[in-house]
């Protein structure tokens, strides 16, 4: 098992972090955090082999469940969520390592166009309901955010190589390639991409438009090999390379 969950021994420090080793990296974070780290990690273990100079895509990052290992392990990451609570607890979690300077957190949704449209709206867009929505996401309310492209921010950054992207956006990865096209093409990243067909409030709409079947066959056309595993509570991952 390549993660292990423990506590500082120093009880000042005990009460404001946890610490977290993965493939004998080991790092901080806070303790509400800590047990995220075992959802997925099977899916770790096997496919986020990450090196010491990777550049990394974390699309969906959250509070750091696949950042952090990827910036343990030396990667350089571009982490993107446009859930103001998430990103607020990635920053914390990284400033706790003192990472600042190999990761850019951006609070941008990431899409197939440039533009602005609230996270609420965005979720029922895709068929989510929006009493729901406002009950999760209910302190954004109507706060715009701001949608880019993959393919604006890699020639924004003049990137010379990308190792990883990571997808997870309740049912937007098809968005997300499709504003990425010209970046698969160029650097072939590693994908690990989520799939939500299968998840209660978006399943409607993943199902109806063939959403998993089409990120599928534009990976195919991409040159790109491709393992699925069904995972836990109706979601599925993708590994493609």
């Not at 955090?33 to 974390?58: C, H």
């Not at 609420?120 to 009493?131: Q, Y």
């Not at 190792?163 to 990865?173: A, C, F, G, L, P």
């Amino acid at each position: 098992m390549s993660f292990m969950y423990g506590r500082p021994r120093s009880s000042t420090w005990t009460q404001i972090m946890s610490y977290i080793t993965f493939k004998d990296k080991s790092f901080l974070v806070r303790p509400n955090d800590a047990p995220d780290f075992y959802g997925e990690r099977e899916l770790m273990d096997k496919w986020w082999n990450i090196k010491n100079g990777d550049i990394i895509f974390d699309i969906g990052a959250g509070t750091g469940l696949w950042t952090l290992p990827a910036l343990a392990c030396g990667a350089w990451v571009f982490a993107f969520d446009s859930y103001m609570i998430a990103c607020h607890g990635l920053r914390v979690n990284v400033q706790l390592n003192k990472w600042e300077d190999r990761i850019t957190i951006s609070e941008h949704g990431v899409g197939n166009e440039d533009k602005e449209m609230s996270l609420i709206d965005a979720l029922v867009a895709h068929g989510a309901e929006r009493g729901f929505c406002t009950q999760v996401l209910g302190h954004q309310k109507g706060k715009p955010t701001t949608y880019i492209r993959l393919d604006s921010i890699a020639a924004a950054f003049e990137l010379s190589h990308i190792s990883y992207v990571k997808i997870d956006v309740e049912s937007y990865e098809l968005d997300v390639l499709l504003g990425g096209r010209k970046l698969l093409e160029k650097f072939h990243p590693k994908l690990i991409i989520e799939n939500h067909s299968n998840v209660d409030h978006v399943k409607e709409y993943m199902q109806a438009n063939s959403i998993w079947e089409k990120i599928k066959n534009l990976l195919s056309e991409l040159k790109y090999n491709m393992e699925e595993v069904d995972y836990y509570q109706g979601r599925g991952f993708l590994y493609a390379y």
